[in-house]
């Protein structure tokens, strides 16, 4: 896209004064010393580097060039535009009003919605001493008129907030928007001033000064440079704006490492510009590699596996990073297939969209060549007939430099896609809260020990060095992504479609999580942070979709929702103000484990409770408590769905996610001004934290549970609260675990009086069997040992349909833990199958019918009670039915894909 070389010197700068003339057009000409100060001068000057943009027009910057913010820049025209308008532009960094309450305040109703400096950076230059920059400019125009209902006060309307110039002093790839702790500008403003740009704790650090400038008008080129000198510590500064014959230039000195890092591009406003070049001339500075990668991701979706006409397909998602036409996957039974990847067919080709919601993806319906229950299968990845599966960003097990990301990675970059035979033991690794932002764990003389974030703020791929390093060893078949998967808005709150995906590139598709996600079969259920807003639920998170002026941009939310649906399901086409169905259930092959994907936060009850005083009935609170019964968990239909689910899927195990705890065992976090607690009690009605949990709504949890209950082996698990934990509910039967955080912190509080054995805030009796908190190292709440990592972990589970004992396993592993070490949190789960679901019931005779068939249970009136799989003998090794009296009689009709068999048996 875009084109670079060496340009020849044209005329000389020193520190404090320019000599020579610019060209009118063009860049800057070469600044370089003269041959008698060369000549006595420790610094060797190379050759300028110049880069343009000539090539098609694209949404895209090039590969060449990283930011946080891609949406803030075009190619058109052979030149970098400036992008001023993008869906969702206009979203405000906030909340829903309960949070407010939360804080004890209200909710500010009005916002200025003006964006921060974007500023865009050369990968490969990461100045360490003296050099120079430069770019040349075209004035578009001056920044628009306030639109209708806009406030003409907001800073996007005011002198001297539109600008534009060179950065420099970034200490990662990513210093831009409200991230730009180190990166100095030197800005021409449309106030008329040119001006050196400090990041505000660094200003005292910089003596500096401001000049008058010319106002711009549309066709001006201007040329903007930048000398850096660096010595005995400290950075000598000269910047100089032309324009025509017009020169002015500014002086400012720093501490050298202030000066030190990345350099590039900045812009601010409304004022409309183009970039036309940009150079460098690079002194002793080396430039770096950069690893920039075309595929940022295809993982398969396990979910969407069925079989038609007999052929198993599966629909893969992929990410682009440029623009293309056509993505295809090619499948083989061989990790490195005789004759190569190339003389492989496509097994599924898809157009590449890229469109308002859609950055440059792809979705591949595709054809498996074998029954994924028979064998292990390996896929590549290709756009447009070139081979783009390998991870460039890896370098000998380590992210490389002028990724802008920090961190280890367990594996070689050239790895192929994977997809793991489906047969029992079912192994499934549970992940919540990823959170990919600064600061990394590494381990030392004193055990582990958290480093960086602060000053140097980076994405890290992973939270702490040797993260999953023994992964593979565990064998899983399935990654489960569950809730707060990519937090969309933790970093910023993306204004354009392209910095939304640039934040979901960070998290899933760093080099290590592209991995994960790579080498396995994936479950994505989203939580509320990934739509963009937390506490995103119920029918506060539709009105924020469909109605403006409830102070966030509703275009924001819509585009929000399409994304989050698109990536997790794989749909083409999303409708924005719909409310997302996305409960489903998969099956393995072989019909023996199913797992259910639910949502329980976007078709709950509100949370609210106090209607009645809210209209001048002051004296009454919480009149709709979160114990009425009218409240829903789930809404009709899905509960209606999950309960056909339950009784009529014959594997014998079923493991479901997507309820954010049902058992109320944490607290909430109700503050005034961050110190003063304005709640009473660990479960306060209005906090707006417990009311984020699924047992909040008391009624909807415990139907729930009695429905889950109402068969054996079902399991839940979920994310969400930054805890690892294994429960079981004593009356019900029921397993609940929660996992992570594998990136994030701020475990949730324990209520008063948990332990091993409890009662949950609503009086139902548990036994915990494993808590693995940021305080807590087990149920009995001793505090972790000095030195041990921090608690970032994962659920490892296990479903073994036809082994007599441990069917079901569920263990808390830290991310650096290896399979045999002792599992974390003070213990693990193993129980048969019959040791789950309410006790109360009736057994059933011997059964004995069709082999590997489903088997149906129904009463003579034909409701269905359950279902389960006969074994390759025939036998049915189910021997209880719950809630079901003796001496009923059940309709029993096994089939298989051949033939019925039916009869009546009798309880006891």
Known sequence: MQSNRNIAPKYSLRRGFFKGSAAAVGLLAGVQQDQAEAATSPVKYAEWKEYDFAGPDSLYHGNEWESLNPGYWQVKDNALRRRLHNVGDRARGTGFPFHYYNQGRKMPTEYDPSLPEGILYRREWNMQSSFRIQATFTYRGDRTSPEEGDNPEWKMYQDGYGCFGLAFGAKSLFESYGKVRNATQLIWSDDGKLSFRVPGKNRQNIQSETKSAPRLKRGDKVTLVLHCEIANGQAQLTGLFSLGSERIELEASMPAFRAKGFVGLSGRGLVDFEVNSFAVLPSANAS?????????????LGDSLKQTDGKWQVRFVSLFETDGKQAEVRISDQERPAGGWESLPAAGKAQIVNHQWRRNTAVIEATLPEDPAEKELYYTIWKDGVNVTSDTRIGSGSVGQGTGLVGDVPAQGDYVGRLPRLQAPYKLCGLSCHAITSGLQVPGDKGYQRTGGGDVWQFRDQPTLGAYKHLEDFNFQVMVWEDDVWYMELVLYPPSTDDAYKVIKNSICGPASRWQMMRHWNIINPGDHDYGMDDVKGPEQIAIRRVEGLGQDTSYMKRNFQIVHHLVTGEEEVDPLANPKKWRAWKMPNRDFTFVILDSRLWRSSQDTDMWDDEGWDAFKNLYDRTDPTRSLLGEEQFSWLEEVL?????????????????TIWTGQNWKNGKEKIIDGPFDQRDRVTADYAGWVKAGADRVL???????????VYGDVHNGCIMTNQEHRVVECSFGPIGRSGGRALIPGFGREMKDFDGRELEVHSL???????????????????????????????????NIAMRVRNMIDVPDEEPRGGGELNLKTEETGRQQGSKLPRIQTLPNADVRFATLDGRPI??????????????????????????????DSEGVESMLVKTS
């Not at 770096?288 to 398969?300: D, F, G, L, Q, V």
């Not at 014959?650 to 705890?661: D, E, K, R, V």
């Not at 807590?776 to 036809?802: S, V």
């Open 288 to 300: 770096t590699e950069p690893r920039p990668i075309e595929c940022y991701s295809c993982y398969p």
């Open 647 to 663: 009784s009529t899927d014959s594997s014998p195990l079923i493991c479901l996610t997507g309820i954010n705890g049902m058992h």
């Open 706 to 716: 009695e429905l889950l209950g109402a068969r054996s082996g079902v399991v839940s």
């Open 772 to 806: 693995y908190h940021s305080t807590h190292a087990d149920p009995d709440q001793n505090r972790h040992k000095p030195g041990e990592p921090f608690y970032w972990n994962f659920l490892e589970m296990e479903f073994h349909p036809w082994r007599e004992s441990n």
């Open 866 to 895: 359950r279902a389960t799989r006969s074994s390759p003998d025939g036998k049915v090794t189910l021997g209880t039915l719950v809630d079901i009296p003796a001496g009923t009689k059940i309709v029993v009709t096994a089939h």
